[in-house]
């Protein structure tokens, strides 16, 4: 070995032993940690449950009238106001044939005519005898007659008029129209009702989720218990958080809650209203949603950081009488959002140590690195 490798390794020795005790602490020396103080607090009830977009209402739009289409009048994926035209249909068939039944109309009502004038005719002369009753009844039953085709061929008139004006297909609904489903020149028809576009309205939308009656009965226990508080007008707020870890700007609230238990899955099905102004909820997305179901009183939380979680239960490190680092198991209860619910293990004014977890060992000394001014930090080891 060369006489500069010898020294080289020298110095990265006496570099790594250098560091090595600059970052182990000295034996008796307090270890500067961060400790929350345990106090009853109230924390918000956040059940968090996997949901689904749906449109607040859906139409179907389908033919009205046999015929070829002519043309498309709406833009794919647009929104259309209601009664807006979205295609226009043939109308020519309907036409002739809407054309006939008026000229129908015109020859039923000379006739008509023609009958009440005989009856008109008719009256004065059976009162002197002129005619026999039997002829008088008969132009009556004519006229009755000619009045009654008059009245059935108006009605078929206007039939006719309504066939004339499905002609133009127009949205039942406002919202955003779909996909076409038939194009210029294709043949729809009324018996089958042919399928021509959709139109969802997403704004408002919903959001529907489902959750298991076993906790449904919890939260109506915690209620009548006092353990949960609602707002003053039961109102439940709901946030969404997309796939991507980002959360949803607007709030919706619950405005359904299914009062019959789903046999197959034992869940209770609740759905969600959302503002959707930008459309950026749609129709079949997923979305995780937070449900806000009112706050928990009288509860102990800690961070959970502050935690360490085995399959034989929770532990914290808690600053002891002594200022030393002990551990304390503890129970646990929910995880509401970045805190721990403990239902046993802690009382009100136990220090639980929340930084430099890794370093300690129970009894090593501590020192309160978050202690105000003034106040007398945890006592060192002799």
């Not at 034996?27 to 929350?36: F, L, N, S």
């Not at 309504?162 to 729809?188: D, F, H, K, W």
């Not at 238990?261 to 959707?276: C, H, Q």
């Given at each position: 070995m060369?006489p500069?490798?010898t020294?080289?390794?020298?110095?990265?020795?006496?570099?790594?032993a250098a560091?090595?005790?600059?970052?182990a602490p000295?034996?008796?020396?307090?270890?500067?940690?961060?400790?929350?103080?345990v106090a009853?607090t109230?924390?918000?009830?956040?059940?968090?449950?996997?949901g689904?977009v749906?449109?607040?209402?859906?139409a179907?739009?389908?033919?009205?009238?046999?015929g070829?289409v002519?043309?498309?009048?709406?833009?794919?994926?647009?929104?259309?106001?209601?009664?807006?035209?979205?295609f226009?249909?043939?109308?020519?068939?309907?036409?002739?044939?809407?054309?006939?039944?008026?000229?129908s109309?015109?020859?039923a009502?000379?006739t008509?005519a023609n009958?009440?004038a005989?009856?008109?005719?008719y009256?004065?002369?059976v009162?002197e005898?002129?005619?026999s009753?039997?002829?008088?009844?008969?132009?009556q039953?004519a006229?009755?007659e000619?009045?009654a085709?008059?009245?059935?061929?108006?009605?078929?008139?206007?039939a006719a008029?309504?066939?004339?004006g499905y002609?133009?297909?127009?949205?039942?609904?406002a919202g955003r129209?779909?996909?076409?489903?038939?194009t210029?020149?294709?043949?729809?028809s009324?018996?089958?009702g042919?399928?021509?576009?959709?139109?969802?309205?997403?704004?408002?939308i919903?959001?529907?989720?489902?959750?298991?009656?076993t906790?449904?009965l919890?939260?109506r226990r915690?209620?009548a218990?006092?353990?949960?508080?609602?707002?003053?007008?039961?109102?439940?707020?709901?946030r969404?958080?997309f796939p991507?870890g980002t959360?949803?700007?607007?709030?919706?609230?619950i405005e359904f809650l299914?009062?019959?238990?789903d046999?197959?899955?034992?869940?209770v099905?609740?759905?969600?209203?959302f503002p959707?102004?930008d459309?950026?909820l749609l129709?079949g997305e997923?979305v995780n949603?937070?449900?806000?179901?009112g706050?928990k009183?009288?509860?102990?939380a800690i961070?959970q950081r502050?935690?360490s979680?085995?399959d034989?239960?929770?532990?914290?490190?808690?600053?002891?009488k002594?200022?030393?680092?002990a551990?304390?198991p503890v129970?646990?209860?929910?995880?509401?959002?970045?805190?721990w619910?403990?239902?046993?293990?802690l009382?009100?004014?136990d220090?639980?140590?929340?930084?430099?977890l890794?370093?300690l060992?129970p009894?090593?000394?501590?020192q309160?690195?978050?202690?105000?001014?003034?106040?007398?930090?945890?006592a060192?080891?002799?």
């Amino acid at each position: 070995m060369t006489p500069i490798r010898t020294l080289l390794l020298f110095c990265l020795g006496f570099l790594a032993a250098a560091c090595s005790s600059a970052d182990a602490p000295q034996e008796g020396q307090a270890i500067p940690v961060r400790t929350v103080t345990v106090a009853m607090t109230d924390l918000d009830n956040i059940l968090e449950l996997p949901g689904r977009v749906e449109p607040v209402r859906v139409a179907e739009v389908r033919a009205r009238v046999t015929g070829i289409v002519q043309q498309r009048l709406y833009e794919e994926g647009t929104d259309v106001g209601q009664g807006q035209p979205l295609f226009r249909i043939d109308p020519a068939e309907l036409r002739a044939s809407y054309a006939q039944t008026q000229a129908s109309l015109e020859r039923a009502r000379a006739t008509a005519a023609n009958a009440n004038a005989v009856v008109a005719r008719y009256r004065p002369l059976v009162a002197e005898n002129a005619i026999s009753g039997q002829e008088f009844d008969a132009a009556q039953a004519a006229a009755r007659e000619a009045n009654a085709n008059v009245a059935q061929i108006q009605a078929q008139l206007r039939a006719a008029s309504l066939q004339l004006g499905y002609t133009t297909v127009r949205a039942p609904i406002a919202g955003r129209a779909g996909r076409a489903a038939v194009t210029e020149g294709a043949l729809v028809s009324q018996p089958e009702g042919t399928l021509m576009t959709r139109i969802e309205q997403i704004s408002p939308i919903y959001v529907s989720f489902s959750q298991s009656a076993t906790e449904v009965l919890q939260i109506r226990r915690a209620i009548a218990a006092g353990n949960l508080d609602l707002s003053p007008d039961d109102a439940v707020e709901v946030r969404l958080v997309f796939p991507d870890g980002t959360e949803y700007e607007l709030p919706g609230l619950i405005e359904f809650l299914d009062f019959s238990v789903d046999e197959a899955t034992g869940t209770v099905e609740l759905r969600a209203e959302f503002p959707n102004p930008d459309g950026l909820l749609l129709s079949g997305e997923f979305v995780n949603a937070r449900i806000y179901a009112g706050k928990k009183t009288g509860v102990i939380a800690i961070p959970q950081r502050a935690v360490s979680v085995a399959d034989s239960g929770g532990t914290v490190m808690i600053v002891d009488k002594d200022g030393k680092a002990a551990v304390r198991p503890v129970e646990l209860g929910e995880l509401v959002g970045d805190k721990w619910i403990v239902t046993s293990g802690l009382k009100p004014g136990d220090r639980v140590i929340v930084s430099n977890l890794q370093k300690l060992q129970p009894g090593m000394p501590v020192q309160i690195a978050n202690a105000p001014t003034g106040q007398k930090p945890a006592a060192k080891a002799d």
